[in-house]
């Protein structure tokens, strides 16, 4: 049956039409009947007629309108019937999809009582589905939660308009925000029946997005920050041909790394005319990090600028490409002069008149001159650790031990360090032995000896030496000879003067005494 309301309307509805019917039958059938008939004695007999005939009209009149009004609340409660079925259904629907979903599911009805939630919903309030059903916000929130729940639903209800809510709820393992959207439930005739709503835990994603801005937040004070030069571009493709790049983006240093300046916005074209057509293998470059995502690194000559650059690229999104750059010039230029000075040092090194040699600290000689190998002659292999050199060279144990000690002192002083010239005993391959001063320098990780051989000297001062200890003993000879005859000439005089004669013998170059004789 229809709702109390309808089943009176219906029946105000035929008794309406009865009163009609029959206020007109009354009014309008006497007027005729007395206007066809004048007879009292027929006007009687027929006056009874119409009562049976108002009795029998009415009758069916009602009949008509008691099936009419039976019917239309046999309509409305089916109509009724089915709205409960379908809203039934509808709720069964909704709780089925609500269930296996890991969002909240909620449904309240016109007078805010929940009528369906799911598990997930449950969780959060910490109650059973029966311990929630048929109660309301207030129930089961703190005041200040419930009323804003109540009102949102109050506005949902009056303009059917979608709201959005954003809630914080405690719990185990710390606060955690919901974002809900509260909406219309609406039944089968599209009449508003309740509200629902579904919240999202977004806790895990404001997290993210916090994070994400903080790494944001650090990844501009990087690049900002950034000595090099950075820009951020987009290749540009004629086909596959990549034919320019567009500036999206620099940060600070790279005017004062590149020299160029008010380039976002444009083509490299545009910024270094003819740069294009001129560096197409740097097109390449840049088209296949933007291309494949692999990132590279790439030393380049520019020759619009006359400056050498580092690049280091990436690929931050299919298309596109990050170019950090660096002013390498000066760089270069200190390489190209330290080759130059090496290629100079390697050639003095290896036409040097004097044995040169390198040696490591793990005990391994590294490079020798041709005039270390001449000198010594054996070859590379027989000589190429220091042990093993100083078992072939050094005459003897002690010598070898004593070069042992040299060495290690050598190695305990400061890079930089040179030692003091000393000379060794050398025995080369062939037997012969040549004397060599040897000086040591310090590298830190290597060892320079140097050796100059100096047995031709030394040969020439032993035989100078033997020269001047010959003319040292023919002096002394001469010596002791002159004095024999300078100590008779002083005989003869004193006794020339005894006998009152003049002394023969000049000697007045002689030291004299008193009486002026010389001593």
């Known amino acids: 049956m229809g709702s109390p309301s309808s089943r009176q309307r219906g029946v105000y509805r035929v008794v309406a039409a009865y009163a009609v019917f029959a206020a007109l039958w009354i009014l309008l059938s006497d007027h005729l009947l007395g206007w066809l008939v004048q007879d009292p004695a027929r006007l009687v007999r027929y006056a009874m007629y119409k009562g049976w005939a108002f009795v029998a009209v009415t009758s069916v009149l009602l009949y008509v309108l008691v099936q009419r009004q039976s019917r239309h609340q046999q309509r409305i409660h089916q109509h009724e019937i089915d709205s409960v079925l379908e809203t039934h259904r509808a709720y069964e629907l909704l709780a089925a999809v609500a269930e296996h979903s890991e969002d909240l599911i909620f449904a309240l009805d016109t ?51 979608p709201r959005r809510l954003e809630q914080v ?41 916090q994070a994400l801005r903080a790494s944001e937040a650090t990844y501009h004070t990087l690049v900002d920050n950034l000595h090099n030069g950075l820009a951020h571009c987009r290749m540009i ?56 995502g692999e990132p590279m690194r790439w030393e380049h000559f520019l020759v619009a600028q006359q400056r050498w650059y580092s690049f280091s690229i990436f690929s931050p999104a299919p298309g596109e490409f990050v170019l950090v750059s660096d002013n390498i010039t000066e760089r270069k230029r200190a390489e190209a002069a330290l080759a130059d000075s ?22 391994h000689i590294g490079e020798v ?50 030692s003091e010239p000393v000379e060794q005993v050398w025995v080369c391959k062939n037997g012969t032995r040549r004397t060599v001063l040897l000086s040591r320098l310090n590298l830190g ?75």
């Open 237 to 292: 493709f004629d086909g596959d041909r990549p034919v320019d790049y567009e500036i999206l983006r620099v940060n600070p240093a790279h005017r004062s790394v590149t020299g160029l300046d008010d380039v976002v916005g444009r083509r490299m074209s545009q910024v270094l005319p003819g740069y294009c057509e001129e560096n197409p293998e740097s097109l390449e470059t840049f088209a296949r990090v933007a291309r494949t």
């Open 369 to 418: 001159n041709r005039e270390f190998m001449a000198m010594l002659g054996y070859d590379r292999a027989e000589i190429a650790t220091i042990d093993q050199w100083r078992q072939r060279v050094l005459p003897d144990e002690a010598a070898r031990q004593s070069h042992v000690l040299a060495w290690q002192r050598q190695w305990a002083e400061p890079a930089g360090t040179a």
């Open 169 to 209: 709820f405690p719990g185990p393992s710390g606060p955690r925000t919901y974002m809900a959207i509260i909406g219309a439930l609406r039944g089968p005739d599209h009449e508003l029946i309740g509200t629902f709503g579904v919240a999202r835990d977004m806790t895990e994603r404001q997290r993210a997005e």
């Open 445 to 519: 990780e290597d060892m320079l000896v140097s050796g100059v051989d100096i047995t031709a000297r030394k040969a020439a001062e032993e035989e100078l030496r033997l020269r001047v200890e010959e003319l040292e003993r023919f002096n002394q000879a001469s010596v002791g000879r002159e004095l024999d005859m300078i100590e008779m000439k002083r005989t003869v005089n004193a006794l020339s003067a005894e006998l009152g004669r003049a002394p023969p013998h000049a000697l007045e170059f002689l030291p004299t005494d008193r009486r002026g004789v010389p001593r």
């Open 111 to 161: 007078g805010h009582r929940y009528r369906l939630v799911n598990k997930a919903a449950c969780e959060l309030v910490g109650l059973p589905a029966h311990e929630i059903l048929d109660h309301g916000p207030r129930d089961l929130f703190p005041p200040e939660v419930a009323d804003k729940f109540i009102a949102i639903g109050e506005q949902v209800l009056a303009d059917g308009v």
């Open 342 to 363: 090496e290629a100079r040092f390697r050639r003095l090194f290896e036409h040097a008149p004097i044995a040169l040699a390198t040696s490591h600290r793990d005990g």
